[in-house]
């Protein structure tokens, strides 16, 4: 898969999770997406998930953006 179409997967998986936690209580949204692809992603997802906040990709579900400060940052490399 290309380096695009793995960024387009991240996403698509990360959108899918926030638009389950949007129904859940507000309290309970940041919380539970970030922890989900704190336990769940593997070290290399959650790099380029941040790289793409960092850079302000806009087809990220806004809760991703706002989850982005409780999502671990992965160290480089």
């Known amino acids: 898969m290309s380096h695009n179409g793995t ?4 996403v698509r998986m990360a959108n899918q999770i ?6 859940r209580p507000e309290a309970e949204q940041l919380e539970g997406l970030s922890g989900h692809i704190n336990d769940f992603w593997a070290p290399s997802m959650r790099r380029v998930l941040l ?3 960092a850079s302000g990709d806009e087809n990220l ?3 991703v953006r706002r989850a982005s400060a409780l ?5 480089a490399a």
């Open 61 to 63: 579900h806004p809760l």
């Open 18 to 23: 926030a638009g389950f936690m949007a129904s």
């Open 7 to 10: 960024q387009e997967k991240l």
């Open 71 to 75: 999502i671990r940052p992965v160290a």
């Open 51 to 53: 790289e793409l906040i």
